[in-house]
């Protein structure tokens, strides 16, 4: 598939490119950051237009935020079901959550090109949690123009090494989003602990409840 989209960024070009980043931000296993770095390649080459690729894949990028932020706005209870269904879209959903919480509108610009993978799942989280959507647009706009320009820009100016480039990129964005998820678990699991032990401390508590010597 992966080739296959490649071989026809040549022949559609700006659409392709808007519709991968579209689907990207809805969670699809879309290669786009491949797909970006190759439209560089291209736009180094002739092939296309670099205004006209940098314009598409900003837009369906943003776009797509808006949609799967609107999305989880409107629908969460049934789309929560959905996602959840599998552990570990649950799992990066919980993460995505988590990492929201603590940084704000920081987590949407981030979570746009430093840790990509997390992006769709915080345009759900954001959208879940009633995140005011100026603040979410505010993060998504600039986020994205971030992402689409070092990935089209490296694209262009390394064309001759794209799968070099194209390697180094996916590894360096996994091991981010790694650690990312890694640290949010274990904040996420400190702070459950936390509340499980306030609960228990409370009055009225089966805990807390005091004995009576008399039973």
Request: proline residues 4%; charged residues 15%.
């Amino acid at each position: 598939m992966t080739d296959w989209l490649i071989s026809a960024l040549v022949l559609w070009g700006p659409p392709l490119i808007g519709l991968g980043t579209f689907l990207s931000c809805l969670a699809l296993p879309i290669p786009t950051s491949l797909m970006m770095l190759s439209a560089g390649g291209f736009a180094a080459s002739g092939d296309l237009a670099l205004g006209g690729v940098m314009l598409a894949a900003y837009l369906g990028a943003a776009l797509g935020d808006q949609a799967g932020y609107q999305l989880a706005r409107a629908a969460y209870r049934q789309l929560s079901d959905r996602l959840t269904g599998r552990r570990k879209t649950a799992l990066a959903l919980a993460r995505a959550q988590h990492f929201l919480d603590r940084r704000g509108v920081a987590a949407v610009f981030l979570s746009r090109w430093l840790v990509s993978p997390l992006g769709p799942y915080v345009n759900f989280a954001a959208g879940a949690a009633q995140m005011r959507r100026s603040t979410f647009t505010l993060g998504s706009l600039t986020g994205e123009a971030v992402w689409v320009t070092v990935y089209v820009g490296l694209g262009y100016f390394f064309a001759a090494s794209l799968e070099a480039l194209a390697e180094v990129t996916s590894d360096v964005t996994g091991i981010l989003a790694g650690l990312v998820l890694m640290v949010g678990m274990t904040l996420w699991m400190r702070r459950s602990l936390r509340r499980a032990r306030q609960r228990a401390a409370q009055p009225g508590s089966p805990r807390a409840l005091p004995r009576n010597d008399h039973d």
